[in-house]
């Protein structure tokens, strides 16, 4: 049964490191197929008989070799995805008081600010918003701080980066990296200027630290168009984008979609 429905399955690539994005692609006769990989359910888009869904390895996950399994009503298949052991440096940061300790004010505004942040990219448009591969926010890619880095800020674990640190300038074009939806366009107090889009299926990019912004929320966007211009708002020592990718709410390493 299982051959009939089933064409192919395949993932690419098949040996992730923690934090990157993989696919899975069935070809089947099937049309409401859905997928589990450690807790998370990846939800696919049919494209004539190919379906397509994103995954993300979770950044707290043990190396190994995990299963994908399938699931619908007829069908029940699964392939597996090694998850190769991954080393992030450690990153000592010595900064002023004023940066890492808050009024009960300004503590109660970012406590709100990060909660409505959640919970935008906990939102789980069911279908695909993009048509193509996701492309640099800048001209030039230059990492000035990977995805990942555990953070030590005068001595406090601050957790780890979850995103990456792309070199800017002041008034840099910082671009959509696909079509979508903007979630999110707002000034919060840690980010800065920060823009959220959804590009549906739980996928969802994240700019922030702008110098301005150019788009509002529900605007509909197409990859390349400009959202705003780089700059240093929100807790930043100096100009650059920190360019963020959530897949299914787990911050992903956006480099690893980006082409
Ligand atoms: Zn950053």
Redesign the pocket.
């Known amino acids: 049964m299982t051959l009939f429905f089933i064409i192919s399955l395949c993932i690419s690539p098949s040996e992730v490191n923690i934090g990157d994005v993989f696919r899975v692609r069935v070809v089947s006769k099937e049309n409401d197929i859905k997928a589990v990989f450690i807790e998370d359910t990846i939800r696919f888009v049919k494209r004539d008989t190919i379906l397509v869904g994103f995954g993300v390895v979770p950044y707290k996950t043990e190396p190994g070799n995990y299963w994908i399994k399938l699931l619908s009503k007829n069908v029940v298949d699964s392939i597996l995805v090694t998850i190769l052991p991954t080393e992030f440096p450690v990153e000592t940061l010595i900064v002023a008081d004023t940066m890492v300790k808050y009024t009960p004010k300004t503590a109660k505004r970012i406590k709100n600010e990060r909660e409505n942040t959640v919970d935008v990219i906990s939102g789980a448009t069911p279908y695909i918003l993009f048509d193509g591969e996701f492309t640099p926010p800048l001209s030039g890619i230059m990492v000035t701080?990977p995805y990942g880095v555990k953070r030590i800020m005068n001595g406090i674990e601050k957790g780890f980066?979850?995103?990456?640190?792309l070199k800017a300038k002041k008034g840099d074009e910082i671009k959509a990296c696909n079509d979508g939806i903007v979630a999110l366009a707002q000034y919060y107090y840690l980010p800065g200027r920060c823009v959220i889009i959804d590009h549906g299926l739980g996928i969802y990019t994240y700019y922030?630290?702008l110098d301005s912004i150019l788009v509002r929320e529900g605007d509909t966007l197409k990859r390349g168009e400009i959202i705003g211009y780089a700059g240093s708002s929100g807790r930043v020592t100096a100009p650059?984008l920190?360019?963020?990718l959530y897949i299914n709410s787990h911050p992903a390493n956006p480099l690893s979609l980006i082409e």
Not at 161 to 165: A, F, L, T, Y
Request: no cysteine; charged share 10%.
């Open positions: 701080s980066h979850m995103g990456v640190d922030i630290h650059h920190h360019l963020g």
